[in-house]
């Protein structure tokens, strides 16, 4: 039975967006956690904790995003775990985000000339003092336009969710066209919908980095 | 000059025996014997490259050194953090880039390690900076940014920081060299202030002004090695080594 595409549908679509954001915003919070680690492990004195975060986001930067969602749906079935599609999307974003986050932010800490490291040795702060009231200050002001930025690569990422069967956007613009057979109409509106939740991020982006690149002071 | 005439007592803040370091097959340091006494002012010359940075960064350990053995305040630096967060806690240090910390004021810039190291209280680490910041003749710029000030005031607050730690010897690094030349007064004579209160100095610097008026000895070094020291009046006059005399000759023909 083909229904035709209207308010109801577009209704349908609109209340996935919710999904969308929510599984970004865990993809984002629970990456940028894992992420600030990732990021503290590759910039360490510490060889092993080093090659740890290298071969941690090698793994998950050679990868498809679309692979490693199968791997964890799928891996926690072969294991007798029952993972949700939610979970299993929520956990394998994570991953992914912090990997990718990982390796923007040790870029930014390592921006972070020598010489405030030796400073803040020479007065005595030791490893995390140093990082938080010196080290990361600063990285973070270096970080913030290529992590709005990257948050626009997380939303457009959390559609892949829809093949392991979470119910977000995309996964609804599916069902809408299985049901009224106008997959041009359906799937515009659905990508006309990521547009309006990711433009805003990409300006924002790139007003910020050009505030950040002006001179300051 | 009056700084000369203080009394210099006869215990020893720094020694250095048979200090070796190497990068890769590169020896920069070769058999370094040196001894620092409580209130003696040195400073070390040599040409680019000859080891003097990695001598004095040796003493704080922002270079660790592979042979030898150096000995801060009676506290011999060995693998373990605790000896190597008491020897910094002792021995201030200015780099000849300031290396002031961007994001913060002024005044934070001096309160930030008397906090969070020696953990003092808010109001204290501010009296302290206030005190040091008059010292260095700056207190008005107090809630400025770094990138607010000029070069010879940056050094200033950098000297005022390491002050505030309240440290019992100072290293400094060229704390002259990158400033434009008519900054370079207000920071040696804030040097020379130091010295006027008896504080232990390292200082490496091509300044020889400063090491005639404030040196009790200069030492010469070359290719790692500290080749000639003495006190400046026989340092500058009657230079023993062959090296010593060519160093001399290039740099006061500028
Ligand atoms: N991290 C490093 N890795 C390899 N070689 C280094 C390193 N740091 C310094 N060197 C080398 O060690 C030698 C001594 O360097 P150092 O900075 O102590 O010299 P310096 O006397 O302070 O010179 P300058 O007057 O140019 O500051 C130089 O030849 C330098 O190239
Ligand atoms: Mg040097």
Redesign the pocket.
Known sequence: MIRAFGYNEFLFLLSAVQWTLLLSAIAFIGGGIVGLFVALGRTSDVKPLRWLATGYIQVFQGTPLLMQLFLVFFGATVMGIDMSPWVAAALGLTLNTSAFLGEIWRGCIQSVPRGQWEAASALGLRYPGLMRYVILPQAVKVAVPPTVGYLVQVIKGTSLAAIIGFVELTRAGQIVNNATFQPFLVFGIVAAIYFALCWPLSLLSQRLEARYAAPTR | MAVMSEPMSADVVIRMEGVQKW??H?Q??KDIDLEVHRGERIVIC??????????I?CINQL?RHQKGRITVNGVELGPHHRQLDTVRREVGMVF?SFNLFPHLTVLENCMLAPLKVRGVTKDEAKATAIRYLERVRIPEQADKYPGQLSGGQQQRVAIARSLCMNPKVMLF??PT?ALDPEMVKEVLDTMIGLAEDGMTMLC?T?EMGFAKSVAHRVIF?DR?EIVEQNTPEEFFTAPKSERTRSFLGQILAH
């Open positions: 990068y890769d590169f920069v340091l040599g040409p680019s490259g000859s080891g003097k940075s990695t001598l960064r270079e000849q690094d060229e060299s490496v091509h070094m790692g």
